[in-house]
């Protein structure tokens, strides 16, 4: 199977951290985001794990909110002693709502509204990370009406081309995000930002993109962004004392990927952060994570029913489910790929190759194509697997279909953690 936590049951049924896929199905209906709770907890445990042992605990894990965002996750990654990146004031909303501390939490943003910068500065989030000049003197004027000094990081472009989507990647020169380091924009921006009476600039991030499988660029990320702060104190003499690098690593989607493991990644990105610092003879920074998919990537899969199959001679097969891009978009997106089972039929061998089709009115609406498959019938059950992250939050309303459910799994129990949608749900804003 995919991840470790699942297995097949004896008659024959996906099993999904000790609960039967098939029952849950049943029992909450479909579509159905099943989420794993103790591989949550591990993913979580694992990324402490290595600040503790590589950087004797000197860091602070925040988990990214856009993978996953709702109050019970919340609750879960902060009493496994992380924090929360956010990158929106309704991702903010939902942390604070959950009981998530501010000071344990990253505001991110591109484009933050007034708003945002407001309830970031009221809340006293722990560090707002600026994107650009406009934003630092917002965020200036905000903090001192509020008589607060708030504590930013900037958001850097280190001109890192990870290997991943182009959609996905963040850390090369053309990107929305930050400020460039090879123009000289970032250290124009730095010496801005240190400036400001009520701002109080701790330190640098970057993010050099999505479902990265190699331990190299991050590395490299490291080792630029340890060297740019070196530089910053030589041209300034101001020593920043905190780096955050971000998300990435990536997860097994296909049986054909092989991601290195975060651990192995976190470990490699210390040695350089640490073998730069001692190279320049600079004290080592606070590290911040921004880990998502990581976590909850494997610990999730999605349930469909099968609605109908259509066979086109020597042309393709569709499997036509009750869910799709609206719960899933990303195959619609970046043409993502992933395994599926059919859940009530996990032991037999996947025979087929077909299309999973949603039910949105576009052709591009599938879940895949080229999959194998066992042989499905009307009212099987699909598992589309490693669907924990960048599911439910990039879900849609489209076609006004209503959002899907999510369970929680423990040790076999399953509960709601966001209950199914109503068509009086979908009109409830309309007047
Ligand atoms: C700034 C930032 N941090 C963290 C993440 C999380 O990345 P991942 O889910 O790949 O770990 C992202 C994702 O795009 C991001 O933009």
Same mark, same amino acid.
Request: proline share 4%; net charge negative; glycine share 10%.
């Given at each position: 199977m995919l991840t470790p936590n699942l297995t097949v049951s004896p008659d024959g049924h996906l099993m999904i951290g000790g609960a039967d896929t098939v029952a849950l199905a049943k029992t909450h209906g479909t579509p159905l985001y099943v989420m794993d709770e103790n591989m949550i907890r591990e993913n979580c445990r694992g990324y402490g794990n290595v600040i503790a042992e590589e950087y004797g605990g000197n860091g602070l894990?925040?988990?990214?909110?856009?993978?996953?965002?709702?109050?019970?996750?919340?609750?879960?990654?902060?009493?496994?002693?992380?924090?929360?990146?956010?990158?929106?004031?309704?991702?903010?909303?939902?942390?604070?709502?959950?009981?998530?501390?501010?000071?344990?939490?990253?505001?991110?943003?591109?484009?933050?509204?007034?708003?945002? @910068?407001?309830?970031?500065?009221?809340?006293?989030?722990?560090?707002?990370v600026c994107d650009n000049l406009p934003e630092l003197e917002r965020l200036d004027r905000i903090a001192e009406k509020s008589g607060r000094i708030a504590n930013i990081m900037l958001r850097i472009k280190p001109g890192i081309d990870a290997h991943t989507h182009d959609f996905v990647k963040t850390g090369q020169i053309d990107s929305k995000f930050?400020?460039?380091?090879?123009?000289?924009?970032?250290?124009?921006?730095?010496?801005?930002?240190?400036?400001?009476?009520?701002?109080?600039?701790?330190?640098?991030?970057?993010?050099?993109?999505?479902?990265?499988?190699?331990?190299?660029?991050?590395?490299?990320?490291?080792?630029?962004?340890?060297?740019?702060?070196?530089?910053?104190?030589?041209?300034?003499?101001?020593?920043?004392? =905190?780096?955050?690098?971000?998300?990435?690593?990536?997860?097994?989607?296909?049986?054909e990927d092989d991601p290195k493991p975060f651990g192995e990644i976190v470990r490699a990105i @210390?040695?350089?952060?640490?073998?730069?610092?001692?190279?320049?003879?600079?004290?080592?920074?606070?590290?911040?994570?921004?880990?998502?998919?990581?976590?909850v990537g494997g610990a999730g899969l999605t349930l469909y029913t099968v609605m109908a199959k259509k066979v086109i001679p020597n042309i393709r097969t569709y499997v036509l489910i009750d869910g799709g891009m609206c719960d899933n978009p990303r195959y619609a997106l970046y043409h993502s790929r992933y395994e599926a089972v059919i859940a009530n039929k996990a032991a037999e061998p996947r025979t087929e190759t077909v299309t999973i089709g949603g039910?949105?009115? =576009?052709?591009?609406?599938?879940?895949?194509?080229?999959?194998?498959?066992?042989?499905?019938?009307?009212?099987?059950?699909?598992?589309?697997?490693?669907?924990?992250?960048?599911?439910?939050?990039?879900?849609?309303?489209?076609?006004?279909?209503?959002?899907? =459910?999510?369970?929680?799994?423990?040790?076999?129990?399953?509960?709601?953690?966001?209950?199914? =949608?109503?068509?009086?749900?979908?009109?409830?804003?309309?007047?």
């Open positions: 894990i925040c988990f990214a909110s856009k993978a996953l965002s709702c109050k019970e996750l919340y609750r879960i990654v902060d009493s496994e002693g992380l924090g929360a990146d956010v990158v929106s004031g309704g991702e903010l909303y939902t942390a604070l709502k959950a009981g998530m501390p501010a000071e344990k939490i990253v505001m991110h943003g591109n484009s933050k509204t007034n708003t945002e @910068l407001q309830m970031a500065v009221t809340h006293g989030v722990g560090r707002i930050g400020f460039a380091l090879e123009t000289g924009e970032a250290m124009a921006a730095v010496k801005a930002a240190s400036l400001y009476p009520n701002l109080h600039l701790l330190g640098l991030h970057c993010h050099i993109g999505s479902q990265i499988l190699d331990t190299e660029p991050f590395a490299e990320a490291g080792r630029v962004m340890v060297q740019f702060m070196d530089k910053i104190r030589d041209e300034i003499g101001l020593t920043l004392t =905190e780096l955050n690098l971000g998300g990435g690593p990536g997860i097994r989607y296909t049986e @210390l040695a350089a952060v640490k073998e730069s610092c001692e190279r320049a003879d600079y004290p080592k920074p606070f590290i911040l994570f921004e880990p998502g998919r990581s976590i039910q949105c009115c =576009e052709s591009g609406d599938l879940i895949g194509e080229d999959m194998p498959l066992q042989t499905a019938e009307c009212g099987d059950t699909v598992a589309v697997l490693a669907t924990g992250a960048y599911n439910y939050s990039m879900a849609s309303h489209y076609n006004r279909n209503p959002n899907a =459910e999510m369970v929680m799994v423990r040790d076999g129990e399953a509960r709601t953690v966001i209950r199914r =949608e109503t068509y009086e749900d979908i009109i409830r804003c309309d007047i």
